[in-house]
């Protein structure tokens, strides 16, 4: 098993950063690439972007992409997600997922999820 466990979340004016922290621990998590996913309320849980194990592949939902950076510590077993420009629409529950070696943009896809931080974002 992986435990994962987001932080970092809160309330950011629009046009303001923020950086979400997905601690991992339980069995070795060498190996697993990361997922940040969203959701709004009301809405479905989307894809947002991942990172790969090794060589820190990343890849990001148009939605984010440029706006959004995923780096991790593997030394730490910690995944980040930094948001800069945030915009009211990114207001959501953030959760980290993770799969072994490949990432999902399907949430089902995904093995192990955090219980997920909120963001607000405020106009």
């Known amino acids: 098993q992986v435990q994962l466990v987001e932080s970092g979340g809160g309330l950011v004016q629009a046009g303001g950063s923020l950086r979400l922290s997905c601690a991992a621990s339980g069995r070795a998590f060498g190996g697993y690439a990361v997922a940040w996913f969203r959701q709004a309320p009301g809405k479905e849980r989307e894809f947002a972007g991942s990172i790969k194990w090794s060589g820190g592949a990343t890849s990001y939902a148009d939605s984010v992409k440029g706006r959004f950076t995923i780096s991790r510590d593997n030394a730490k077993n910690t995944v980040y997600l930094q948001m800069n420009s945030l915009k009211p629409e990114d207001t959501a529950v953030y959760y980290c997922?993770?799969?072994?070696?490949?990432?999902?943009?399907?949430?089902?896809?995904?093995?192990?999820w955090g219980k997920g931080t909120l963001v607000t974002v405020s106009s």
């Open positions: 997922a993770a799969k072994r070696w490949q990432a999902t943009t399907d949430p089902g896809g995904m093995d192990y």
